[in-house]
């Protein structure tokens, strides 16, 4: 007679063990990946979605109402909230619109986390609590009034999107360079693709959209790398090196590059949501104005919003952005 052989209870019940451990090590990282690549997908599609929308409209600026008395404390602000019932829904498919102190229900998180998830702070509620330096005054925009310091509304996509509104109605046609760039954003959209569900972190389900120019508008969704590159450098070298701002954003990662100038733009009215509200030094941006270390290109300051156009062997920060 053959004698049978098998595994004993006792093996059988340690091998599931094991196979429990390694999952419960694995799953959630495989879970993240894939949470973050529909993420990016959902955010390519909506930013695609708004171009096309805003593209259509005559102009973006001059919607609603917005008063202030001498304090400069406003006494009626309607200009979000009619930026998206008199203009965006007529081009864009809205399922739900919630006006200033309401963010919540539209699905509005309270609270975000920065970029790289480094610091968790309150959603914004106006412009100046996106960003002092919109209407801090340390610049002429605010001195010559281009810049309303507007309460945000919200809607809700007909995808689920939760998505809050900044919107400036003085906002310029200008798109001359050689000055501040504030008066020149019309809207910014602070979107997170799955509502007040977690982890409501910049970079991952939460970002933004910025529109530029009355007419003819720009539309940008720049996705910043996490962190500045570690030096100055020039935005064009002819060292041996070749160290430069063409360069230094590939050697960090093949997915990324120089953000251009609007792009730029976008990524200092946004900035303390990506962790660039301290600098006061400028960056540069991929916007070529002449050739060669000698030649010019598209700076912009982040301590007071000015564009300025900066020779390309001049040293300055960089941050760059996913393409």
Known sequence: MKKLKGFTLAEVLITLAIIGIVAAITLPSLLVNVNE??????????HARMAQAIGQMNMLGGYGQFETDEEGTATEDTAA???ILDALSKVYKINNVCGAGKLSACGVPSKIATLGGEAEISFPTKMSELNEKLLNGAHEANEEGDVADTKA???ETVNGESVAVFYNPLCSSDTSLN???QNKMCVNFIFDVNGSEGPNEVGKDVGFITAFYNKSPVVVAPVAYKSDYASKVPQYSTNSEGID????CKTIGEDLRLPDKDELTSLFIN?????LNEKTS???SGSVISQGSSGLAWAQAFDNGRRHRCTRS???YVRCIRK
């Open 37 to 46: 690549k529909a993420w990016e997908a959902q955010k390519k599609a909506l």
């Open 153 to 155: 509304a919200a809607f």
């Open 81 to 83: 909230e009619s930026f």
């Open 282 to 284: 400028s960056y540069w």
């Open 245 to 248: 701002a063409q360069t230094v």
């Open 271 to 275: 900035a303390p949501l990506i962790n």
């Open 314 to 316: 001049n040293i300055i």
């Open 179 to 181: 000055n501040v760039a």
